[in-house]
C-alpha cells in the first residue's frame, strides 16, 4: 500500500485494498470471550438479562475470531452481514485514523454485566469498541478533529446502519454498534454494498476514499444533522 500525507497532515491509505491480504484467508474460530474487566473507577453496572441485547441481535456464547484486513489484528464479531459491517468500520479506522495495535480492538464478550444498555450489544457480536480505554464510557470530546471527520464520514457512508457511541445520551467514542434488527433492509443494503467494494476492481471502499473531500464532508455534516 502507497501511504500519502496529504495537506491537512492526516496519514491516508492511497492504494485499493482489492488484494487478498495473507490475513483474510485465515478461517475463524468459535470461542468464548472471556469476561473483560471494568477499567478503574468504572461503575460495575447490572446483569443483562436478556435473550437479545439491545439492538435486538441474539446474545452469543461464542463468536468467530476474525481478521481485520490490512491490520494483522482480529476480533470476535456475530457472523455474516453484522462482520461484514463493522469489520467495514475497523478497516477505516485503521487506515485512515490509525493503525491499530494488539489490544485495540474488543467486540464480543460472554460476561453479562452492562453499565449502559448499549453494552449488551458486545454480547450479541454486533458492537465493537476501538481503544475502549483511551475514550471510555461517559467521557467526550476525546477525538481530534481530523478523527470525528473520519467517523463523520464512516457513519455517513454506511447510511444509518451503524450508531456510534459519541452520539449516544452517555457517550461512548470508542463504541460502535449495528443500528438495527436482524434483516432489517438497510443492515442488508450496506453490507451487500460492501461486499460489492471486496469484489470490485480496487476503486472503492476502505483505503481509497478521502474523507476530507469537501463533498464528502457536505454529506457527512448533512447525515449528522438528520442523525441528530
Not at 117 to 126: A, F, K, M, V
Request: a positive charge; charged letters at 25%.
Amino acid at each position: 500500500m502507497r501511504n500519502q500525507i496529504d495537506r491537512r497532515g492526516v496519514l491516508l491509505a492511497g492504494a485499493a485494498i482489492g488484494a487478498t491480504t495473507a490475513l483474510a484467508g485465515l478461517p475463524g474460530t468459535a470461542y468464548a470471550a472471556p469476561a473483560v474487566p471494568p477499567a478503574a473507577g468504572a461503575p460495575t453496572g447490572r446483569r443483562w438479562p436478556g435473550a437479545k441485547s439491545a439492538n435486538g441481535w441474539p446474545v452469543l456464547d461464542e463468536a468467530e475470531l476474525l481478521p481485520i484486513e490490512g491490520s494483522g489484528r482480529s476480533v470476535r464479531l456475530a457472523g455474516g452481514d453484522a462482520a461484514v459491517i463493522l469489520l467495514h468500520v475497523a478497516r477505516r479506522f485503521h487506515y485512515e485514523i490509525d493503525q491499530l495495535r494488539e489490544g485495540d480492538v474488543t467486540g464480543h464478550r460472554t460476561a453479562r454485566t452492562v453499565a449502559e444498555d448499549y453494552e449488551s450489544n458486545y454480547l450479541s457480536g454486533t458492537a465493537l469498541a476501538i481503544r475502549p480505554l483511551a475514550c471510555p464510557a461517559g467521557v467526550k470530546g476525546g477525538l481530534y478533529p481530523h478523527k470525528l471527520v473520519v467517523v463523520r464520514d464512516i457513519l455517513a457512508e454506511l447510511d444509518g446502519a451503524v450508531t456510534w457511541g459519541g452520539d449516544l445520551a452517555t457517550p461512548k467514542e470508542s463504541h460502535f454498534e449495528l443500528a438495527h434488527k436482524p434483516g432489517h433492509p438497510k443492515i442488508k443494503g450496506v453490507a451487500r454494498t460492501i461486499r460489492g467494494w471486496k469484489a470490485g476492481p480496487g476503486n472503492a471502499g476502505a483505503g481509497t476514499v478521502d474523507a476530507f473531500d469537501p463533498k464528502r464532508r457536505t454529506r457527512a455534516e448533512a447525515f449528522a444533522r438528520r442523525a441528530a
